[in-house]
């Protein structure tokens, strides 16, 4: 009988950790799915040298997160080195995550206007080659209408035409880690302190 009290409160126990970890697996979920906030957008643009445009957007109210990689070009996982050579096809773009309610996509194009020059072709200041171009890849129609009208509106405001290509967004490839939060980790580099700082001081960003 003693065995069988035994083996009774032995399943008890077994039973009501069961229940436990069943309301703690469900509990788990739901702080998974509260932490993932489905109303967060994405933005894919590139405007010369992913070093430049990920620390202004860094700084952006808003945006929550900020990666540069390649997009656009005709190999798989490109390497810096080859896309250096302007010969894949691929430009150096970010991908920013960000939050519409505290900082829209237009406003995300405007300040992209401003952190470089959209007139130039294939350039910006002394980087030269198609990987520097400027692009705005849209993930939807109502992006590629927003940067239409855009594009249309800067180009009215400039005395050059507007170069900006807008063109559906191709695969994303991250960048290797050293080029990540490359301003943040490398204030004091030679790119960071002669064209990096002055671009954040001139947007009021720094």
């Known amino acids: 009988m003693k065995n069988l009290l035994l083996l009774f409160s032995f399943l008890l126990t077994c039973l009501g950790c069961i229940a436990n970890k069943k309301e ?33 957007f860094e700084q952006i109210d808003g945006v929550k997160s900020v990666i540069s990689g390649y997009a656009g ?5 490109p390497t810096y ?12 773009v970010i991908k920013i995550l960000f939050d519409p309610k505290v900082v829209s996509y237009e406003k995300i194009l405007n300040i992209f206007g401003d952190a470089h020059d959209p007139t130039t072709l294939n350039r910006q200041g002394a980087d030269v080659g198609t990987q520097y171009r400027s692009t705005v890849m849209y993930l939807n129609e109502t992006q590629k209408e927003i940067a ?13 035409p507007v170069v900006t290509e807008i063109v559906a967004a191709p695969t994303f490839y991250k960048a290797e880690e050293y080029h990540q939060d490359y301003y943040r980790r490398n204030p004091n580099q030679g790119y960071c302190n002669f064209v990096i700082r002055p671009k954040l001081k001139k947007l009021n960003l720094e």
């Open 24 to 56: 703690t697996d469900e509990n788990d979920k739901t702080t998974v799915t509260d932490t993932h906030d489905a109303k967060l957008e994405t933005a894919i643009i590139g405007g010369g040298c992913f070093w430049c445009t990920e620390a202004v």
């Open 73 to 77: 070009g005709k190999i798989p996982n």
């Open 81 to 92: 080195k080859q896309i250096c050579t302007g010969l894949t096809g691929h430009a150096e």
């Open 148 to 160: 239409t009208k855009w594009k249309f509106s800067l180009t009215s405001q400039l005395v050059d």
